[in-house]
Each structure stands twice: as structure tokens, then as C-alpha cells.
């Protein structure tokens, strides 16, 4: 199947917007995708009639995507796209359709500039079969697999009888293990008999994290907060 994700470049959890320029290198925009030069932005637009997914232009400096190596078995490799846009993988150039091989358990880069839609990376013998105008394309496999490296919209919540002065914690578990240990951030939401200000993240892993706070009242209390975790590729 395909090893590239987001290839639709529908699934934008980060909430980026069309055309925001990046504070940082190698900042991740769209899922996956991240933008090489800072300052520079892609834009990204419904793909029309008979398209699926969304079109995006790249910036001169590239947008690209690491594809980890424990997608890749090895051997040979091909890409394909639709638009007039060019691919880098790992540095060099590539043709629509054209086999080159790719080292097993090795990450890859690919990079895109210009025009790019329903991105691909497949066995050669594969792409004969795919229809660039009717790709076969599962939205919600592909965001379990975006949601390996970047999750958001989640919630913490804590409700119960709580003593001031006293710790009380809310475990969140991911829908899907990440990567690696990400960096959670957490926004308030609201609260009841504690400060009105997000917790503490602790006991974190791959899999869950902890928010705690500390009462400031006696009686019944909750508290929750919106979350998001990180565990990207740098």
C-alpha cells in the first residue's frame, strides 16, 4: 500500500491555515507535512471535480515528509502525484512512476515543490493499478497513522469530591501509541473548586499521560483540559 501518509492532504489537525507562514524550520503544517525554509508556507485547495483530496503548492524551499523506516521493507520503491509539480526523494530528483530502491528499516525524505496532489509512494508494480482519479483512499486508517506522530483535540477530565490542598489526577489514554514519548501541552477549559488554570502533565509515556492539579476549594470539584501531543519527527 501506500507508504506516504496523508496523500489526500485532508487531515490537518494542527488547524493550519492555507497560506500561514512558518516561524521555524522543518515546521509541520498540515499532518506529516512540514515546510523546509521558515518564513515560507504552502496553501492548500479542494482538488475539483473527479479529484480526491486536496491540492497544495509548495514553496521554493520544499515541503516534505519523513517516512519512517519501519514502513519501508526495502527494495523498490516508486512515487506518483497528480499536478505539475516535482518530487526530491532523499535528495534526488524523481519522475512520476520511476522505480528506484530504498534501504529497509532506513527513514526516507520526500520532498515536493509546486503544484501536488494524491501523493503516492508504492511498490512499481502497484502503480498500474492505482487510479489517480478514483484513489483508494481510507481517511480513518490514514489519521490512526497521523495520530502516531501528532494527536490533538483530546480532553482530560477529573470530577469528584476533593479536599483543598489535595492533588487529584486525570489519566488520558491516546487512541493510538505515538511514536515516541510525546510533548503534551495543555490548554484549561474550565474548572470547579481548583485554580482555573491547566494542570501538571506526569507519568508519561507512549501510550498516556497524567494531568494533576491541586483543589483550592472542599466539596465536589472537576476540572478539564484540552490537549495536544507531539511526537514528530524532528
Partial sequence: GNIFANGAFLINQRVYVSGTATVAAKQYTLDRIRVVVSGQSITFSAGGAGILGNIIVAP?????????GNRISGGQYSCNWTGTGTVEVDGVARAKGEAFDLVAGANCTVRMYGQIGL?????????????????????????????RYYESNGWTEFSGNVTSGSAYYSRTTYSIRKRTTPTVV?????????????????????????EG????????GRFNSSWTADAEIP
Fill in 186 to 210: 495543555l490548554t484549561h477549559v474550565g474548572a470547579s473548586g481548583f485554580p482555573a488554570a491547566a494542570g501538571v502533565v506526569s507519568n508519561s509515556d507512549n501510550h498516556s499521560f497524567t
Fill in 213 to 220: 492539579r491541586t483543589a483550592s476549594g472542599t466539596g465536589v
Fill in 60 to 68: 521554493v524551499g520544499g515541503a516534505e515528509q519523513v517516512i519512517e
Fill in 119 to 147: 501523493m503516492s509512494m508504492v511498490r512499481p508494480e502497484l502503480q498500474g493499478t492505482l487510479s489517480l482519479n478514483r484513489f483508494e483512499y481510507d481517511f480513518f486508517s490514514d489519521l490512526a497513522l497521523c495520530r
